[in-house]
């Protein structure tokens, strides 16, 4: 069956240290792959997006994600994190007309 | 301003009583969809709608249904609610009829069946 796995349920990380949000899927080709952001009370905000072409993918706010077909992951990156960047975290991937979330990684941002 | 704006944002009812949450969007987008969002859960698509008049049941269509009169309006129904709908409803629109296009997410609506 078809599937997204975000393994951490929840990430506390210090303001100013890097950041890394994994994501596993398992599906027949190669899907399309997304991460939204959800930061308290809002809708989900698009953070970047991965088709084709090069597998290191620039999003906003200073994200990026690899997209690794050997292991089926689109792990998502910060080099430094800003207290801001506190929120919950979705991988998405579109395959066959159905998109489908995991189940999202709450990040914690300390002082 | 491009927008979904959902309403109502916040709605407590009793079970048993109809409700229905509106949504609408102003992109021209030909593609709609409902999620449900859970904890522990991520988000759950409940119906989507390729084009007007053209509807199809997500992964947890129970309990709800939807219509698409027109373009912009996607309404979402709770004929009979029950408490395991107790749940953050978001509505989300894009471009095309596929998901590979982005989607464009309302704030949400928060919803307590009693």
């Known amino acids: 069956a078809q599937s997204v796995t975000q393994p951490d349920i929840h990430i506390t990380v210090s303001e100013g240290a890097s950041l890394e949000l994994r994501c596993n899927y398992s599906y027949g080709a190669t899907p399309y792959l997304f991460w939204y952001v959800q930061s308290p009370g809002q809708g989900l905000q698009l953070l970047l997006k991965y088709f084709s072409g090069d597998t290191l993918v620039q999003g906003i706010k200073g994200f990026e994600a690899e997209f690794k077909r050997s292991q089926s992951s689109f792990n998502l990156r910060k080099p430094s994190v800003h207290w801001s960047d506190a929120a919950e975290y979705f991988c998405?991937?579109?395959?066959?007309?159905?998109?489908?979330f995991g189940a999202g990684t709450q990040v914690v941002v300390t002082p | 301003e491009a927008q979904v704006t959902q309403n109502p944002r916040y709605l407590i009812t009793v079970t048993g009583k109809k409700l229905t949450v509106t949504c609408s969007q102003n992109?021209?987008?030909?593609?709609m969809s409902w999620y449900r969002q859970d904890p522990g859960l991520g988000l759950r698509q409940i119906y989507y709608?390729?084009?007007?008049?053209?509807?199809d049941k997500g992964d947890v269509p129970e309990g709800y249904k939807v219509s698409r009169k027109e373009k912009r309006n996607f309404p979402l129904i709770l004929e009979s609610p029950s408490p395991n709908q107790t749940s953050l409803y978001f509505c989300a629109s894009s471009l095309e009829a596929a998901g590979a296009n982005v989607l464009t997410f309302g704030a949400g609506s928060r919803l307590t069946v009693l």
């Open positions: 992109m021209n987008h030909e593609y």
């Open positions: 998405a991937v579109y395959s066959w007309g159905k998109l489908q």
């Open positions: 709608s390729m084009n007007v008049e053209v509807t």
